[in-house]
């Protein structure tokens, strides 16, 4: 069994093929996932809403993101292991560095996730410098719930559009591994995969990325009130959830999910 690396992600984006992530917050989602083929599994604050109930992912703290990608990590054999830093962990670069080590040596993550552009940069700098592999996190950032006032597509005027093109040529060249593009339109979304060299992860951001991730739960129709315009329920045509999850991968790989009706132009 070819354990899943960077490495393999690039080699993916080089050759055309698509590959997968969901998030998962205990052991059995995650053998589940690993089993049906999902190269990253993702310890999202998405666990917020999910697992503790809440309207975001603000109160979700280092302790909860630590308990859970341990319980994921533990049972992972082949599937790269990729955590969030969760709100204020990263304050200071420094703090990230303590975070993100911690989310490493205790949770047994492989990469951290970080949300946000320009701001971010010395941080993801500062961490690609002392080994630690990281994936930025551009346009809806759900951690700027209140500051932008709800969860809403980014990234429709031209300036915005810019900037974010620009944040993802700058956090390339500061030294993260990964791109994660959340609620843009997909022409903006073909723009950035095109113009940089590392994988981009799209969620709500079209079918033209590098690769796709939804909340695991959203995909089997757990989703509390109405669910998002990108998330597609693939456990109403399959008997298991594992069936469920092998028909994710077949439709992210095959580019018959993202259809039209999840994209946002
Ligand atoms: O926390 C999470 O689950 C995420 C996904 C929505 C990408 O960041």
Redesign the pocket.
Known sequence: MNKITLTTLNNMKQSGEKFTCL?AYDASFAIAQENAGIEVI?I???LGMVIKGQFS?LSVSMDDMIYHSANVSRVCQKSLIMA?LPFAADITKEEAYRNSARLISEGGAHIV?IEGGATMLETVQFLAQRGIAVCS?LGLL?QSVYKVGGYRIQGRTEEEAEKILDDAIALEAAGTDLL?L?CVPTALATRITKNISIPVIG?GAGATCDAQ?L?SYDILGLTHGKPARFVKNFLTDTLSIQDAFKEYVKQVKEGHFPSNEHTFD
Do not use: C
Request: proline share 7%.
């Open positions: 998030t993702l999202g604050d998405s992912t969030d996730k996190h759900p994660l959340e969620i991730v909340v």
